[in-house]
Nanobody, 123 residues
Framework: QVQLVESGGGLVQPGGSLRLSCAAS????????IGWFRQAPGKEREGIVC????????YYVDSVKGRFTMFRDNAKNTVYLQMNSLKPEDTAVYYC????????????????RGQGTQVTVSS
């Protein structure tokens, strides 16, 4: 059974940083792509970034390039999303997800996801 557990969200001021973590279990973590998406109130789900099985990174949102970085630690079955220079428009619930495919899809993985962690950027 695929389990993904996100942590690390919270309230941060504009310009601040957060690092989200996602602990994975129940599937062959090393063999699948995994990514992050977010959903803000009243808005559609938005894929952010994905790392494939071989470590190729795909960004889906131009506005986070240069500010967000995704890492995967296969030894710990964990992925991280380092978010710097946060803006109010980054406020959303952030989810990690996998489709259990080796590569990243056109819009990012969504099939199996965690419960999400709230990120609020506000002064």
């Amino acid at each position: 059974q695929v389990q993904l557990v996100e942590s690390g969200g919270g309230l941060v001021q504009p310009g601040g940083s957060l690092r989200l973590s996602c602990a994975a279990s129940g599937f062959g973590f090393n063999y699948y792509a995994i990514g992050w998406f977010r959903q803000a109130p009243g808005k559609e789900r938005e894929g952010i970034v994905c790392i494939s099985m071989v470590g190729t990174t795909t960004y889906y949102v131009d506005s986070v390039k240069g500010r967000f970085t995704m890492f995967r630690d296969n030894a710990k079955n964990t992925v991280y999303l380092q978010m710097n220079s946060l803006k109010p428009e980054d406020t959303a619930v952030y989810y990690c997800a996998t489709d259990r495919n080796a590569g990243c899809s056109a819009y990012g993985p969504v099939r199996y996801r965690g419960q999400g962690t709230q990120v609020t950027v506000s002064s």
